[in-house]
């Protein structure tokens, strides 16, 4: 396994800049999520690391060598795609047995390692078959199969699940991370949903327009998002975002068109330090860090009830605050009883506080 490095690399397209001055290092057998919506530059970057696609500035390293004008062939890459791209007249076999092949291994040898391979994904019954004739969880782990038969030094996974049906996305994401854990080797995998992200990822690349917004573990990601961007793309639902104000005369308060928060004493400190009175802002809540209450809250948020989704485990419950919607998320099997008017309280302590730019200013 190999480590991963870019520096200020680019990829345009004609006036497209799909990936525009991204650096990042990627250690050895650390597994990074490329998380981003559509369009944003994901796959670009996973093939400039494959050597699909040449960049048109900067420098890519693999280990510790500068692959930046070496062939795809020349890279030790095992590849996933979001189509698995098996070759339909070749059996499953042939199929996870090709990068061998391509290297000149012995048939012995390959048919053995073949057998490890399968057998360890599953797949051991299905070698003589064709990928016609098999499921399509089945294609998708015969796809990681021939990936790692070679045993490369970076895998790279490109929306690996997305053509699977919810039930066997949730199994092939277990079995991805529990690879993983087995395996060890050093993987870039892309995706465009935040909870497969945040279930496999060590540290999560969150990319918008080709750059990358932040990086960093999971949790981080999810509890200091650098940006609204950022706490819009995870969380399911998203962080409720709404506009306000900074309000400094008197008691030291965010004013919306339809609340008031007061700031606690180390909120007020970094508010101080960052903006002046009178600053637009974004306040950010999560939809779990919300509670409905009985009785008005004082520095919560109340506002007529927009709608009721009962989850089973958990209920959804909308309410209108001002123009804006907010959603909060009660964990309970039973639907919670609504009165017209809803009123909902927050623990301080979670509340986000960001620039009118959408830079996070720093509360904690
Ligand atoms: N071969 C190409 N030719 C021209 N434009 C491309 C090509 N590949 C990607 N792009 C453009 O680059 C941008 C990023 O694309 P892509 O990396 O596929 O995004 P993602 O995988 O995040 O959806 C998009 O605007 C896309 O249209
Ligand atoms: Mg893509």
């Not at 070698?127 to 499921?135: D, V």
């Not at 990936?147 to 079995?175: C, G």
Request: aromatic share 6%.
């Amino acid at each position: 396994m190999a480590s991963v490095t870019f520096h200020d690399v680019e990829k345009a397209f004609g006036t497209v800049k799909a990936v525009d001055g991204v650096n990042f290092t990627i250690t050895e057998g650390e597994f990074v999520c490329l998380l981003g919506p559509s369009g944003c530059g994901k796959t670009t970057t996973l093939r400039l690391i494959a050597g699909l696609e040449k960049a048109t500035g900067g420098n890519i390293q693999i280990g510790d060598l500068d692959v930046t004008h070496l062939a795809a062939k020349d890279r030790d890459i095992g590849m996933v795609f979001q189509d698995y791209a098996l070759y339909p007249h070749m059996t499953i076999g042939e199929n996870i047995g090709y990068p061998l092949k391509v290297r000149n291994v012995p048939t012995d040898a390959r048919a053995t390692r073949i057998g490890e391979v399968a057998k360890n994904l599953q797949i051991d019954k299905l070698l003589e078959r064709r990928p016609g004739e098999i499921s399509g969880g089945q294609q998708q782990r015969t796809s990681v199969a021939r990936a790692v038969v070679h045993e490369p030094q970076v895998f790279l996974f490109d929306e690996p699940l997305s053509n699977l049906d919810a039930k066997l996305r949730l199994e092939a994401r277990s079995f991805l991370k529990h690879l993983q854990r087995e395996v060890g080797v050093t993987a870039v995998y892309v995706t465009h949903d935040q909870a497969e992200a945040m279930a496999l990822a060590d540290r999560i690349a969150v990319m918008n327009e080709g750059r990358i917004v932040q990086m960093a573990p999971p949790l981080e990601v999810y509890h200091r998002p650098g940006t609204t961007f950022v706490a819009n793309f995870l969380g399911s639902p998203p962080m409720n975002l709404l506009p306000g104000k900074v309000a400094l005369d008197g008691e030291p308060r965010f004013v919306g068109e339809a609340f008031t928060i007061p700031m606690q004493s180390h909120v007020e400190t970094a508010v101080r330090q960052h903006l002046s009175d009178g600053a637009q802002v974004t306040v950010g809540i999560r939809p779990e860090h919300l509670d409905l209450s009985q009785d008005p809250v004082s520095g919560g948020f109340q506002g007529p009830l927009y709608a009721l989704e009962t989850l089973g485990p958990e209920s959804l419950v909308t309410l209108k605050v001002g123009d804006e919607l907010l959603t909060v998320r009660i964990f309970s099997d039973d639907a919670p009883q609504l009165a017209d008017t809803v009123h909902a309280a927050f623990d301080p302590e979670k509340l986000h506080v960001f620039r009118e730019n959408g830079e996070r200013i720093p509360v904690e």
